[in-house]
């Protein structure tokens, strides 16, 4: 059994991969789930239904967010009434917002996302990493935002001064499939709003501390792959490199993944980590999204 | 001013032919919400949106329910995930319901109905005719439904043992809006279910007393025109026929407009309204609906 943690964009690109070379079967998939939220009357787990989608071959994976080929009619016939609707959801995504909705709130997310998952066909095991709804918000120079105002109303461009969500306490079952794991691997992934709220459920620095952890760093010289990490890092006074991601995941941390161009970095990084990985990290094709995930697996002792 | 009491269906093909002879600025429609509800996270109040379309010439005018031309892909899609929606929600429609649901929650239903209308350029002023929630059950031979499910799931099948429906508050402007009319038109709308709900509003059956009101009767020979409000009326014990149709109206009604076929009731009727109006009521084209229109309008004194 391998355990992923999971946010939104490079997680699943690499789970992409992982999926091709491992059995889903023994795959389980934490993921956050601190940008909940609900739209338009539907709960929306953004990482999570990427994930879903990613597992199910059914992502967009241009955007990394909603289904390939969707439609919009209803979001665009919103923004016609004035009535924007700030996420673009697609149709047939929206049936999925609808249905986890329902579900959720007959089972609760845990469950909800287990018969989401099995309706997909999808054989790994998706668990959200918490149950209970987290806020998060951006300390920014234009004032304190919401976290997709932020990300999609502001288009990350404020300053951010600081990082701040709830504590949340984690789902059943993630202690566990950590500590039965051969390995976890922590995705690329932004590492203060993805990886972050995973790391401070109550148990699960700890269960890593015992598990055998590989991270692959989102970081190529001093700037995110994609997204907003770098602002986010800059904010709580972390190293924006791959040195920065070593140190947030320092005490659990056995080998770290950096991108070829980050070779320079090897020996500052062995001064925090047992063993580091330099292969391509930039995952813009099947063929490299496999190669990681085959060296990442080959790594595990 | 005419005002116009309104359900889903009859009245709406009414409507059609009304805003072609009477300028709808001067038009009122005060809509049933008895049977609203929440389906898929969004509030549906079947009979307002089913006015608001008819009065923006976006009718379905072969369901009387939703959006003409519209598509179905969350709706379908909400299907093959097994997660059946109820009522067919097209996508076009869906946004009108979700921008509802938004509205109302910031500014209640009354308001948001307004905003609606004025959004789809309608002018007439369309009142919802209460703000409350309300319930309605159906007591059948095969137990006590909710509408929506005596309606669609069993398809109006099972046999009517009694009607129940909670009493809201009226609208605010419902009396003023009867009072301040020259005339009332009560349309073809199930008496039971659509109009018996308004009528039971404190104040509106005192105000229809003072006020010119002709009623169209759903009812020819001894069935309804379309939908289950024979078997309603059977259920509480009125005549199915415009006899029993204007009985539940005595108290205020003043010119009630019949079928040709039903001509041989007009003595009968005469004992019970002062006036009785004899047309074609069988609305199957803009033809038939101005003309009826036409000849309501002529009647009022």
């Known amino acids: 059994m391998i355990t992923v943690l999971s946010g939104g964009t490079g997680t699943p690109k690499l789970l992409q991969g992982l999926k091709e070379i491992v059995d889903p079967i023994d795959l389980t998939i934490i993921v956050n789930t601190l940008e909940n939220e609900y739209f338009s009357g539907v709960y929306v787990s953004a990482d999570i239904d990427t994930v879903l989608y990613t597992m199910s071959d059914m992502i967009n994976d241009e955007l990394w967010y909603g289904v390939k080929d969707d439609t919009f009619i209803t979001h665009d016939r919103l923004n016609e009434l004035g009535c924007t609707e700030l996420l673009r959801i697609g149709d047939i995504d929206r049936a999925t917002k609808i249905q986890k909705t329902q579900l959720m709130q007959r089972y609760g997310l845990l469950k909800a996302c287990e018969i989401q998952a099995k309706g997909m066909g999808i054989k790994s095991k998706i668990i959200p990493m918490s149950e209970q709804n987290s806020d998060i918000s951006i300390v920014t120079d234009i004032g304190e935002l919401e976290f997709h105002d932020f990300l999609i109303k ?93 140190n947030l995941y320092h005490d659990f941390l056995d080998n770290i993944v950096i991108d070829n161009e980050d070779s320079n970095l090897k020996s500052q990084l062995n001064q925090i980590v047992n063993k580091v990985t330099i292969t391509n990290t930039i995952m813009n094709s099947l063929g490299v999204k496999k190669n990681l995930a085959q060296i990442i697996i080959d790594s595990i002792p």
Chains 1, 2 share one sequence.
């Open 154 to 246: 502001h288009q990350s461009k404020p300053e951010v001064l600081d990082v701040k969500f709830s504590k949340v306490a984690p789902s059943d079952g993630i202690i566990e499939a950590i500590r039965n794991s051969e390995a976890v691997i922590i995705g690329p992934s932004n590492p203060i709003t993805s990886i972050l709220p995973i790391l401070s459920l109550d148990g699960v620095r700890d269960a890593l501390k015992d598990t055998y952890v590989v991270a692959v760093s989102p970081i190529i010289g001093s700037d995110a792959v994609s997204g907003p990490a770098s602002k986010f890092m800059k904010a709580l006074g972390v190293d924006v490199s791959s040195i920065g991601v070593a």
